[in-house]
């Protein structure tokens, strides 16, 4: 019923997280009715951004140059590594302004059923920056679920012993209601209490 | 915080309806872990869709060609027209398959606050088409809204004696709950009621 440019907008749309078809179709009528200028800015933007961004050399997150912001600040403390598994984790993390450390990105999380093995990701940079960098401390801030957990497990064993290994606080949100936390959560919170 | 190219990326994205800031980052984190060639299909799709839809000389609604698959209809009834805001409602209208007619696409709705006078919009040439082809409906299927049925009114007025004009009921969407209709839909409802 659409024109087969429409059609096509529409499906690419469709691929992006949390666009269904609906929302690909208001997506797609909006960018049409767009100036044109500004509906190719956003075409121009998405190549730009494709051919620039690339991964930091040290520490896998997204950069334009050899090297990343955090990784080439000379006021981080290049003591402490942060284990994260996406770059969009290092932002979240930057966002606290709690942490002063570097970052490792590892580049996902271990998960053998998706064919997902330690080689896959950046573990073996990991281990090596550990090693030869002076690190007192890796802070390992995989994700709070099944892969992420093994994943810090992982690492946990490998760095047992060399190198002092701590982990994200698991717990209630800030704001949240013990009412509507699930038993694991609320468990965990239990466990991890601390003196007041 | 983030490298240029991402942050024109994210500023891009927050222009699209229904996406703030945490989407647009969301939906740019997605691009830069998808493969390129993936990616910069969506930006071929945006310019190639820019490039060659246009509005169809005859009713208004998008197409890549002259004149629009609808009005190239041969078995669509010719003597009724519905009137329209937008190309988008055409696709509503058609999702129904209640409708065999053809279309004219106002591209708006009138809103003299917002400087939408009726040259703005496509009157002349609804009023041409009712005049010269023999039309003989024109349903009028503006948003029931305000400036939609401000312009509906704009439009039978100028076709009373000419034609007959009809305007797409207001009700009880199908589905809904009486207990949570808004009284000017349940009034509506009421004024509109039909015998069984």
Redesign the interface.
């Given at each position: 019923?659409?024109?087969?440019?429409?059609e096509?907008?529409v499906?690419?749309?469709t691929?992006?997280?949390?666009v269904g078809t609906r929302?690909a179709?208001?997506?797609?009528?909006?960018?049409?009715?767009?100036p044109?200028d500004?509906?190719?800015?956003?075409?121009?933007?998405?190549?730009?951004?494709?051919?620039?961004?690339r991964f930091c050399a040290d520490c896998g997150n997204?950069?334009?140059e050899e090297i990343c912001?955090i990784c080439r600040d000379a006021r981080r403390d290049r003591s402490v590594l942060c284990v994260v598994e996406?770059?969009?984790d290092v932002?979240s993390l930057?966002r606290t302004h709690e942490y002063r450390g570097l970052y490792h990105v590892l580049g996902g999380a271990l998960s053998p059923l998706d064919g997902v093995d330690p080689e896959d990701l950046r573990m073996d940079d990991l281990f090596r920056r550990v090693d030869s960098n002076g690190i007192g401390e890796v802070v390992l801030a995989t994700n709070p679920n099944t892969t992420g957990e093994a994943t810090a497990s992982f690492i946990a064993d490998r760095l047992r012993g060399r190198v002092r290994v701590t982990r994200l606080a698991s717990g209630l949100p800030v704001g949240g209601d013990l009412e509507y936390a699930d038993e694991v959560t609320l468990g965990r919170a239990l466990s991890g209490r601390r003196e007041v």
């Open positions: 019923m659409l024109s087969p440019a429409i096509n907008l499906a690419q749309l691929r992006l997280p949390g929302t179709h208001r997506l797609a009528f909006h960018l049409l009715r767009t044109t500004e509906a190719l800015a956003l075409a121009a933007a998405l190549r730009e951004a494709k051919e620039r961004v997204w950069t334009e912001e996406q770059p969009a932002m930057e």
